[in-house]
């Protein structure tokens, strides 16, 4: 019985000591939103490659922002709405991911980043102009639990030419590719 007496006491304790020290998360699959996050940006090329600007423009969050280089940041769905206006109406877009955008979740927040390059031939006719694009967005959950852009940086990718071609990007990207 005075075993019992004392072990009881050191065994609670130990108990208590295991248990006080671990930190309870909120059961998050990660995996789950990296796949999500990733089918994401899957939407964002093929609506821009097929001209579905309400479904591109869905993506974003209503309290987005947009920063791109030279010029002041542009906050607000709406506002991003009228940017893109004119970017979709006159041109016919061509938007690979060289390489796989790369995804981190932290909770209801997230960042992803990658490359792109796009090509944007005038709808009336005209020469093509690429455009090689290095991105970074920090991504919100919704309450529905669906993500959505909340901050979009890009910046011109410096060492690409304006005469690259997607597919041989692709090909020596993933030829270089240490993964």
Avoid at 43 to 68: C, G, H, P, V
Avoid at 142 to 151: E, F, H, N
């Amino acid at each position: 019985m005075k075993k019992l007496k004392f072990i009881f006491p050191i065994s609670l304790f130990l108990f208590g000591i295991l248990f006080s020290c671990t930190q309870y998360y909120k059961d998050v699959d990660d995996e789950a939103d990296i796949t999500a996050i990733k089918e994401h940006y899957d939407q964002y090329l093929l609506y821009i490659n097929t001209d579905k600007f309400d479904l591109f423009i869905s993506l974003w969050a209503d309290d987005a922002t947009r920063m791109e280089p030279g010029t002041p940041a542009i906050v607000g769905k709406e506002n991003i709405r009228a940017h893109f206006t004119d970017l979709f109406g006159l041109f016919n877009h061509k938007m690979v991911m060289i390489g796989e955008a790369e995804v981190q979740v932290s909770g209801d927040r997230a960042f992803a980043f990658g490359t792109v390059t796009l090509s944007s031939t005038p709808k009336e006719g005209g020469e093509t102009i690429q455009t090689d694009i290095k991105w970074l967005d920090g991504l919100k959950r919704q309450a529905d639990g669906s993500w959505k852009i909340y901050v979009d940086c890009i910046n011109f990718h410096p060492t690409w030419t304006n005469e690259a071609n997607p597919a041989e990007l692709l090909k020596t990207q993933k030829q270089s590719s240490p993964y």
